[in-house]
């Protein structure tokens, strides 16, 4: 389905490089998404926990801190006093996110036709060369 890989070399240095550049920022950034992801998750096990305690101070007696935590600590959001976490997820998975990966692909459809990984390309086709030519082959600096 994809390019010939030798295509990829028609590419000049400082292309090659800019289209790594831009698939390596988004790279970094699915990996942000990620820990948004975790950092999702990891409120709403705490909020579990906090409403957990809810229950067991009501049952201990400590109305005043059951109250509380009802109904001022469980409603709230995480940001700004009403941003829950998922809030800030979605605003980052259809915002930040969304519009960077698609430049990342306008990118690569206006340098490369497409094709992702051009440098990986690049370093496999001379790595390949290199086993083919032999061990005295010259290293270049």
Known sequence: MGIDE????????AERSALHEV???IEWLHRAHGALIEFHHDIGHAMDHFACAEVLFRQSGSTA?????RDEHLPRG??????????????FQEGFLEEMADFEEKAR???????RHVAERA?????KRRVQNGPNEKQTE
């Not at 030798?6 to 240095?13: I, V």
């Not at 801190?65 to 935590?69: G, S, T």
């Not at 459809?109 to 094709?115: A, L, N, P, R, T």
């Open 6 to 13: 030798g295509e990829s070399s028609e590419l000049s240095d």
């Open 23 to 25: 698939e390596l920022g």
């Open 65 to 69: 801190l059951a109250n509380a935590l």
């Open 78 to 91: 995480v940001v700004d006093g009403d941003r829950w976490s998922y809030d800030l997820l979605e605003n």
């Open 109 to 115: 459809w206006s340098i490369s036709d497409g094709q």
């Open 123 to 127: 370093q496999k086709r001379d790595w």
